[in-house]
């Protein structure tokens, strides 16, 4: 089912009794998570893809949520400004499934996470009754901030209808860099500690590099982004910070070469897991992992310690390797299923509020309606 | 009936007798925090100094069903410490280590009563600090920043404290501690840590904070730029934004402020006769910074600027930045009291509601300064008062709730920083419809079945809105607007 308001998604669910009801977008991470049994009613947020209002003065967009993230990036982009994520599946991505699995990507470090740029929401609960938390202003602490208990929920508490964005000024000039050599670690942390400021600066395993159509040798993607001046400037320091690397000019577009490449198919059997990991350490995993798994396609983003691993096909004992890349990451870090078999934990909630969100999860949709077994919950 | 010596022995038994305040005379200091119109001395106040303690502490309180308030440096301005007759306060300010600072990884660990300025101070050395920097920031705590989800003058370009802090150990009100998030983003599993912070202290109490430290910019400059009108100063506001840069703050102050501050600061640096001055400050790599100020001054200049100065070594900025942090505590020097409103409006509003300000202010024969963050459109009128004039304090109350009303109405909200608290809890229902209030104690529910955690704060009530209402039909005076 397609509703084209939230008034007659709110009527579905009321009509629909205590169905199942499974949540999609554009359906382009259908494949992400337990897959469903087929139960229930599907609806989808594809004809909700409006672009309601956009303060181009005050840097903010209240769009629907089924609007595509590239087709909402055109009408930015024609003011001069951009919202800074960056998602798999750039062409079907939609702002609702952005938001609901918080796919925030490469400039997380520089502008924050989806979490971080959501001013304001509005969802239809399981009882269908339409809903809203936070506004439309750049700075707002009235109410509880429910735009980051949905944000990264997974579609389990709540349909999302429409967000209010908060969008930085497009800069005019991007510049891309992939740094090789033996010293990858103290590049990585030279980097962070100079006074650059670099709007993607990610550990790429080698099999990754090579799809970019260079010598598959782990390397670091560094993305410059401002005015020509401040852009040129930064790279002008560059060789103090990189002592000894191998420094080439890449595509300004390569950052969504990237995701471009990690976006595979459902249809492709695929492995694909989304680790966090100390900072510090992000080079050591990526570095590990090519060990265990030397085909993998690895983006750390080396600023904040979060990235994606993808592996095709699919290996023969996925819970081994998981295990493994858990041992490593851990205390602090994660390694998350988010597409291949349902292996036990395959999310692994870290330390002991695992409890507490079931039991928001219960008060948010008693019933489990909301993509139910395809998450953490029934 | 609540038998209080009982529970003063019992919590005397778990924390140290002397962290156990009963005496009249020792609890007046905890009868309000920053907002010092609203009064009410608590039943008992116990300062634990552990995850452990606190614990305790909410254990007590639920087996003997007694509410309680969180309370953290009391600095804060809309009443979310404000005790209640029957409640226990709960003060995080002996929880003052800091437990980690990890600079590799840009991750500094910190109990709750830590002062937001010492988490900079630990770092600063190594070349980072920590960025929001609400005005307070050398008194205020970092578990009533967290509570609160404290601004500041530097949070245009930064963010504000939601996006500095990545995990927080926690006591929920049903006595459970919880860890949430870590030292590593989007952690799997719901963003529990985004929804504790701001939700001032009705879920439970935060124990342990790990924060997100930045570099320090290697160029700092500030413009201080003087107008003849507010107006003017709102539309430089909007045009540098609209040229696409982000400046590290953006602050406006209006005449009767600068004329506070020069007065009691008297810095010299603001013209007295100017409308408004509009402080803009730039961070970044040499080249970048000159390149964006001189787009601003270039800007400033077509918005009618009288004068620029453009400060660049540090004590320079300090003395431009002097005068606004001091804005609040000068207001004080020049009206027996004053009452300060925190609304937002859309950035491109600021020059409408400025005029409707100014309105309020000549309607009601109020005197109202006002000093804000422009850049975020987050306003601070201060409209000057004698509390001792019977009547004044629910008039000058009932104009901010006007100003609030027009914030809303500007498409805004009516807090940016303060928080809800017990000062404007009736307006939440003209921002948010019965449903909306009802998905939040979905939330509080989960984390607070009970009710018991800062019970009466953030959401209206009946009964007290219902006597809110009572007050302003007394003021019919006020309704002519």
Redesign the interface.
């Known amino acids: 089912m397609r509703p084209e308001t939230a008034a007659e998604l709110g009527e579905i669910l009321r009509q629909s009794g205590a169905q199942a009801v499974h949540l999609e977008g554009q359906n382009s991470k259908a494949h992400w998570g337990n897959q469903r049994d087929g139960v229930g009613i599907t609806i989808s947020t594809a004809a909700l893809n409006r672009i309601l209002n956009y303060e181009v003065a005050d840097l903010v967009v209240t769009v629907e949520a089924g609007v595509k993230w590239v087709d909402l990036r055109r009408v930015l982009a024609a003011q001069g400004q951009f919202w800074a994520v960056q998602p798999l599946y750039p062409d079907q991505a939609t702002v609702g499934g952005i938001m609901a699995t918080a796919d925030s990507g490469a400039w997380r470090q520089r502008y924050g996470g989806v979490r971080d740029g959501v001013l304001g929401i509005h969802w239809v609960r399981p009882d269908g009754a339409e809903t809203k938390a936070g506004g439309q202003v750049v700075k707002n602490v009235a109410g509880y901030d429910l735009m980051k208990l949905l944000t990264g929920s997974w579609g389990t508490l709540g349909c999302i209808t429409q967000a209010t964005l908060r969008l930085y000024p497009l800069p005019p000039v991007t510049r891309s860099f992939l740094i090789q050599g033996e010293d990858l670690e103290q590049w990585r942390q030279g980097l962070l500690d100079s006074a650059l400021q670099p709007t993607a600066w990610d550990v790429l395993s080698a099999p990754l590099v090579a799809q970019l159509g260079y010598p598959a040798q782990m390397g670091l993607w560094l993305e410059l982004r401002g005015t020509a001046l401040a852009v040129a400037e930064q790279v002008a320091r560059l060789p103090q910070v990189l002592m000894g690397a191998t420094v080439q000019e890449l595509d300004p577009e390569t950052g969504e070469q990237l995701t471009r490449h990690l976006s595979l198919p459902g249809t492709q059997p695929q492995l694909l897991l989304k680790i966090g990991v100390l900072p510090t350490r992000t080079v050591a995993l990526v570095t590990y992992l090519q060990q265990i798994a030397p085909h993998a396609w690895v983006q750390m983003h080396s600023g904040v310690g979060v990235g994606w691993f993808v592996l095709t096909p699919m290996p023969a004992d996925v819970e081994a390797l998981v295990t493994k890349i858990r041992q490593f990451v851990y205390p602090e870090g994660f390694a998350s299923v988010v597409c291949g078999p349902a292996i036990p934990n395959r999310w692994d909630v870290r330390g002991n509020s695992l409890a507490l969100m079931r039991r928001v999860k219960d008060q948010f949709d008693p019933q489990h309606r909301f993509n139910p077994g395809r998450w953490l919950w029934d | 009936m609540v038998d209080w010596g009982q529970v003063a022995e019992e919590f005397a038994r778990c924390l140290e007798p002397r962290r156990v305040v009963r005496r009249r005379e020792e609890l007046l200091v905890y009868e309000c925090d920053g907002l010092t119109s609203y009064r009410q001395r608590p039943a008992l106040v116990v300062l634990p100094k552990t995850t452990q303690e606190v614990q305790r502490a909410i254990h007590i309180c639920r087996k003997y069903h007694i509410p309680f308030v969180p309370r953290g440096a009391g600095t804060g301005l809309s009443g979310g410490a404000l005790p209640e007759e029957e409640a226990v306060l709960i003060v995080t300010a002996m929880m003052r280590q800091i437990l980690a600072v990890d600079v590799?990884?840009?991750r500094v660990v910190v109990q709750p009563g830590v002062i937001n300025t010492w988490v900079t101070q630990a770092v600063s050395g190594k070349?980072f600090y920590y960025a929001p920097d609400p005005s307070s920031q050398t008194v205020c705590s970092v578990g009533g920043n967290v509570a609160?989800?404290s601004?500041g003058v530097h949070?245009l370009k930064y963010?504000?404290t939601?996006?500095h802090v990545l995990g927080l150990k926690m006591v929920?009100a049903l006595g459970?501690?919880?860890?949430?998030g870590?030292?590593?983003?989007?952690?799997?599993?719901?963003?529990?840590?985004?929804?504790v912070?701001?939700?001032e202290g009705t879920l439970g109490i935060v124990t342990e904070v790990t924060l997100n430290i930045l570099?320090t910019?290697?160029v700092v400059q500030v413009l201080c730029a003087d107008f003849a009108t507010v107006a003017q100063a709102g539309a430089a506001v909007?045009a540098i934004?609209?040229a696409?840069?982000?400046p590290g703050g953006m602050e406006i102050m209006d005449n009767l402020s600068i004329n506070a501050v020069e007065n009691v600061v008297a810095t010299g640096c603001y013209p007295r006769d100017a409308g408004a001055i509009l402080l803009v400050e730039i961070d970044?790599?040499?080249?970048?910074v000159a390149?964006a100020m001189g787009q601003v001054q270039a800007i400033c200049k077509t918005q009618g600027a009288r004068g620029i100065q453009v400060a660049t070594d540090p004590q320079e900025r300090y003395k431009l930045w002097q005068g606004r942090k001091a804005a609040f505590a000068a207001m004080g020097k020049i009206s027996r009291d004053y009452y300060v409103q925190d609304g937002?409006?859309?950035?491109?509003q600021l020059p409408w509601i400025l005029q409707e300000i100014e309105r309020l202010s000549q309607a009601s024969g109020y005197r109202i300064a006002n000093v804000f963050?422009a850049g975020?459109?987050?306003l601070h009128p201060l409209i000057l008062f004698d509390e001792s004039v019977p009547g004044a304090l629910e008039e000058v109350e009932h104009l901010g709730g006007e100003i609030l009303k027009l914030c809303i109405q500007a498409?805004?909200?009516?807090?940016?920083?303060?928080?809800?608290g017990a000062e404007?809890r009736c307006y939440?229902s003209d921002?948010?419809?019965p449903?909306?209030?009802e998905?939040?104690q979905?939330?509080?529910?989960?984390?607070d079945p009970d009710h018991l955690a800062n019970p009466s704060k953030?959401f209206p009530t009946p009964r007290t809105c219902g006597e809110r209402a009572q007050v302003a039909q007394k003021f019919p005076q006020l309704q002519v607007y």
């Open positions: 590799p990884n840009r070349g609160e989800n601004g949070c963010g504000v939601t996006n929920t459970e501690v919880v860890e949430l870590g030292m590593v983003p989007e952690l799997p599993g719901y963003d529990l840590t985004g929804v912070v701001g939700s570099k910019p290697e909007s934004i609209a696409g840069i982000i970044g790599l040499p080249a970048e390149e937002v409006v859309p950035r491109s963050h975020d459109g987050n498409g805004g909200s009516i807090s940016g920083e303060h928080g809800v404007k939440m921002l948010f419809s449903t909306d209030l998905t939040m979905l939330l509080r529910r989960a984390f953030i």
